[in-house]
């Protein structure tokens, strides 16, 4: 069949199931289940609002747990098991873990993931946080953000091909038709760089297509703060003879600190998962792997799902202070 | 600034730095949005920031053949005429020369020297006259070098070939109708299935709801990395495999956190007394959630189906791990240019155009629906 057709169909069984699922099991619940009249009605309507939520939460309950909470599960326990022949998996314990951190290119993941983490949510924040107050008050500053925002719609893949194309580096003799590198020509660079193969510095080509992508991000919910600052504080310091930099740092930055946490741990959420940008580019070669990188390479490049298991729940581990406290705040908010 | 007492300096240093700041912003993408408009021998020739402009180059040319070409005008003085630029299109010559050692010896109308009587003239729009006798005609015709101004020039058979050439195997045409096919009941269904949980969390009392809630925001940064191989091999037991069920069915769950978030923060912020009202007036709950609460909802639906539209037709993770089987008839866009980038890395005339193609989609979704957007970030990470 053709996918197309396929699509639609699924369209259709998945909506019209759906709205099947909910309408008939309303029905069923309340017309012969327990059915409003009769001696019992008034028990019967009680009942029936017992059950209901749980049959509007079904579908949704059903999908996140077999989607997200059962993997979790499992991925830690693929994490303690080797997979022999045949597909039996034994248990050995956290043999898996300690090869893993044996492992070189491990390491190498591990410190470039530390790298990206630390640079790229404070970069992507301060720029996102300058552009915000910068436009603030400026005519076209709506224009100017809706062009730092857009590269948000660009896939990952596609932000590869775009930056591929700025650091494209050509022999010193041709004309140069990475802007990076012509850049660098104009201004005194000796000769023509391979942007994406030196070592170490490499890490940070790869960061910037990440901070061209959440800059938008960060400026658009740190501008919207920045609005909601109360205007009094502000008049206030200016009466009191407050410079432009005081304002801005001491006046609103402290009032709007809650939200730039709230937009660094987002980022940092985002980095720790970053794997498109780097495999599309560099493929983790040069020193340049990263944690989710290395899990794919291991999953179904040497087919080795004990290790490869161990390297999503490093991940996994990494996210977790931030799961944590994301929920401590939400129950917080909820009291 | 409409402040008053800014000086104007400060005000022209703040309009410059936006300016520097979004044009640095907008560069990357303008270069590969206008090399998609280039052959891959400009592209090679030039930086694309300098293809907008005219720019001059230097053309090689050969006289016609004086033994085919040549007529005797008078006794011993033979001419061959000609223009230099037959059958092509005409350009503008800054200077000229027939050496390669002197490219801009001669201005336009000028006649060059050639030696013992040899002259060769060249006038406006290409036209030459070269003259000499018997021996000096003959052999090769005579080389002229031009240094034109060539005017921009872009095309958009890259465009052609991506999307349309039915011998191109590398072409996107399919990966853009799979991405398609990927992306749209994966947008659909967990919109659907998230609005029904999202209003049970918002309106409904049951015990077990804060903890529910709080389970939600924790999934919202489970990676779904962890999902990989426990959902696959699971796909593989119940026979579902690598396929576009399997996709949507993941998209579906990966989904679904940040759908209930979004919508439960909004449908919480509905007004009270509407629904309570229906309630007295013996409306049902699926009656007041199917007339009240998902029209009043359309704003976070709206972000909702955005973000997970941009997240599918982006994503390449998910599309390799329970889409893509050996046999490449599923593959999607995303992967398409990763394949490109390997096979293709010199030629950035494909892969410019290619990247372009899965661009424009999301560009246009996100220019037109900006707003709501933004409207759904906020929810989503403001409180």
């Known amino acids: 069949m053709h996918p197309a057709l396929l699509g639609v169909i699924t369209i259709i069984v998945g909506v019209g199931g759906c709205v099947g699922y909910f309408y008939g099991s309303n029905l069923f619940l309340d017309k012969v289940l327990f059915p409003a009249k009769g001696p019992n009605a008034g028990r019967n309507i009680n009942r029936a609002n017992i059950i209901r939520p749980w049959l509007f939460l079904m579908p949704a309950l059903l999908a996140l747990g077999l989607y997200l909470a059962y993997p979790v599960v499992a991925t830690l326990i693929l994490s303690f098991q080797e997979r022999g022949a045949g597909g039996v998996r034994t248990f050995v314990g956290f043999e898996n873990y300690t090869k893993m951190f044996a492992e070189p290119k491990f390491g190498e993941a591990m410190r470039n993931n530390v790298l990206w983490l630390v640079v790229v949510p404070a970069a992507s924040t301060a720029l996102g946080l300058l552009v915000a107050q910068l436009t603030d008050r400026l005519k076209w500053g709506s224009i100017a953000k809706s062009i730092i925002f857009m590269p948000m719609?660009?896939?990952?893949?596609?932000?590869?091909?775009?930056?591929?194309?700025?650091?494209?580096?050509?022999?010193?003799?041709?004309?140069?038709?990475?802007?990076?590198?012509?850049?660098?020509?104009?201004?005194?660079?000796?000769?023509?760089?391979?942007?994406?193969?030196?070592?170490?510095?490499?890490?940070?080509?790869?960061?910037?297509?990440?901070?061209?992508?959440?800059?938008?991000?960060?400026?658009?919910?740190?501008?919207?703060?920045?609005?909601?600052?109360?205007?009094?504080t502000i008049e206030a310091a200016i009466v009191d003879g407050a410079n432009p930099f005081q304002i801005f740092f001491k006046i609103k930055i402290p009032q709007i600190m809650g939200t730039i946490v709230v937009v660094w741990t987002t980022i940092t959420i985002a980095t720790l998962k970053v794997f498109d940008i780097v495999f599309a580019m560099t493929n983790g070669q040069w020193e340049t792997q990263v944690l989710a990188n290395y899990m794919y390479d291991k999953l179904f490049r040497a087919n080795d799902w004990g290790m490869g298991s161990a390297a999503a729940m490093i991940i996994m581990l990494l996210v977790t202070p931030i799961l944590v406290w994301n929920v401590y705040n939400a129950r917080q908010e909820m009291k | 600034m409409e402040t008053p007492g800014q000086k104007p300096l400060v005000v022209w240093a703040l309009n410059i730095s936006v300016v520097l700041l979004v044009l640095l912003w907008i560069f990357p993408t303008l270069g590969l949005f206008?090399?998609?408009?280039?052959?891959?021998?400009?592209?090679?020739?030039?930086?694309?920031?300098?293809?907008?402009?005219?720019?001059?180059?230097?053309?090689?040319?050969?006289?016609?053949?004086?033994?085919?070409?040549?007529?005797?005008?008078?006794?011993?003085?033979?001419v061959v005429e000609g223009n230099v630029f037959e059958g092509g299109d005409v350009l503008g010559i800054d200077s000229w020369g027939t050496s390669s050692r002197a490219l801009d010896a001669y201005q336009v109308g000028e006649t060059a020297d050639l030696g013992d009587g040899e002259t060769l003239t060249l006038s406006e729009g290409g036209a030459y006259v070269w003259q000499g006798d018997e021996d000096q005609m003959s052999g090769r015709g005579q080389r002229i070098f031009l240094t034109a101004t060539v005017p921009p020039e872009f095309t958009t058979n890259n465009y052609g070939f991506v999307l349309f050439d039915e011998d191109n195997s590398e072409g996107m045409a399919k990966a853009f109708f799979n991405t398609l096919t990927v992306v749209i009941p994966a947008t659909v269904i967990p919109i659907l299935i998230a609005a029904f949980a999202a209003y049970a969390l918002a309106w409904m009392d049951f015990p077990g709801r804060a903890l529910l809630i709080a389970t939600v925001v924790g999934l919202l940064v489970v990676p779904l990395q962890l999902a990989l191989i426990p959902l696959l091999s699971l796909h593989n037991a119940v026979g579902i495999g690598k396929g576009y069920l399997g996709v949507w069915l993941a998209h579906t769950g990966f989904g679904l956190p940040l759908a209930i978030y979004l919508l439960r923060n909004y449908m919480v912020g509905l007004p009270r007394d509407i629904i309570e009202n229906a309630r007295v007036d013996g409306a049902t709950e699926f009656q007041i959630f199917t007339k009240i609460i998902l029209p009043l909802s359309f704003p976070a639906l709206a972000s909702f189906a955005i973000f997970q539209f941009l997240w599918t037709w982006n994503d390449l993770l998910v599309a390799l791990v329970f889409l893509i089987d050996s046999s490449g008839n599923t593959t999607v866009m995303t992967k398409q240019i990763v394949e490109l980038l390997g096979t293709r890395g010199g030629d950035w005339e494909i892969l410019a155009t290619s990247a372009f193609v899965s661009i424009a989609v999301p560009l246009a979704v996100f220019f037109m629906m900006q707003r709501y957007l933004v409207r759904g970030l906020l929810a989503g990470s403001v409180k």
Not at chain 2, 46 to 55: L, T
């Open chain 1, 153 to 232: 719609a660009i896939s990952f893949v596609g932000a590869a091909v775009i930056f591929k194309l700025v650091y494209e580096a050509r022999p010193e003799d041709v004309a140069q038709i990475g802007i990076l590198n012509h850049l660098f020509l104009l201004f005194g660079g000796d000769e023509p760089q391979q942007w994406l193969t030196i070592p170490f510095w490499n890490n940070f080509f790869l960061m910037i297509v990440l901070i061209w992508i959440q800059t938008g991000f960060a400026m658009v919910i740190l501008s919207a703060a920045l609005r909601g600052i109360p205007e009094e």
């Open chain 2, 34 to 78: 206008v090399s998609s408009f280039r052959t891959g021998d400009q592209i090679t020739a030039s930086g694309w920031w300098s293809s907008m402009f005219p720019a001059e180059q230097t053309l090689q040319f050969r006289a016609a053949d004086p033994d085919d070409n040549r007529i005797e005008t008078s006794a011993g003085v033979f």
